[in-house]
């Protein structure tokens, strides 16, 4: 509610809450009654790809962006974006930088945000990183691909290959445009499960490699990569729980 562009609607989708999530989301509604707010209740949870499935397919909006419950948008994310994507019709698919605040109470991570910026093309290069994150997606209603919906980890990944390794336009703007607030590893949620999420991207590239879109050297060589940058994080997890133990004592 604070972009300087607000969105034409903004669409809550609660996915099997059993807290009073349900009831919140209703008094926000109310809050913002002039505004275009509707909540879809899942009644069941059923999966982050499920539920971003439902709230893209009841939008009526050409353009959709994504906001998991435990994120942030810098103020100006949708104008520039959606103007961005906008003088590019061309263009299916836009992320942006990312900012991992560690202090909120203690960051002006609000900024002021220049009037020129890079913007890089998004291709095959994707392969070996997921260089998108899916708070700071934004992608054309129409698309051909949907989040898998039985995929609870790596699903958003899993669509981005699609969309890049099928031939259609992705770019990503150099502007930290998104905040987080926990290590993107190893800390709770989905993200916390880091071998669930290894298994969940290994299971990707087997996916894409089945249709198709990458070579057996390309699936080898994506597998061997992921299982490296495992390791790395279970490693990095480990010493900053040792860490953050000797601090608590």
Not at 75 to 83: A, L, R
Not at 95 to 109: S, T
Not at 113 to 140: C, E, H, Y
Not at 208 to 222: D, K, P, W
């Amino acid at each position: 509610m604070s972009q300087t562009l607000p969105p034409a609607e903004v669409i809550l989708v609660n996915d099997g809450s059993t807290d009073s999530t349900l009831r919140e989301l209703q008094r926000l509604r109310d809050i913002y009654s002039e505004r275009n707010v509707k909540i879809i209740d899942l009644g069941n949870n059923y999966g982050p790809g499920h539920a971003r499935n439902a709230g893209w397919e009841s939008s009526a909006q050409p353009y959709i962006a994504f906001l998991d419950a435990d994120d942030t948008w810098h103020p100006k994310k949708v104008e520039i974006q959606y103007n961005w994507m906008r003088e590019h019709p061309e263009v299916v698919m836009t992320g942006h930088d990312c900012v991992w605040i560690k202090n909120p109470q203690d960051e002006q991570f609000y900024f002021e945000i220049p009037a020129v910026f890079d913007v890089q093309k998004v291709g095959r290069s994707i392969i070996w990183s997921n260089v998108l994150s899916t708070r700071s997606i934004m992608l054309k209603r129409d698309l051909p691909f949907r989040f898998r919906s039985w995929k609870k980890y790596s699903e958003d990944y899993l669509l981005w290959l699609e969309v890049v390794l099928n031939g259609l336009l992705a770019f990503k703007i150099r502007l930290p445009l998104a905040f987080l607030y926990k290590a993107p590893y190893g800390v709770g949620g989905l993200s916390g499960k880091l071998w669930e999420m290894e298994k969940g991207e290994l299971e990707t590239y087997w996916l894409v490699y089945r249709e198709g879109l990458l070579s057996r050297t390309e699936f080898l060589m994506a597998c061997s990569l992921s299982l490296v940058k495992y390791f790395r994080r279970v490693i990095f997890c480990g010493v900053r729980r040792f860490l953050e133990d000797g601090e608590s004592y």
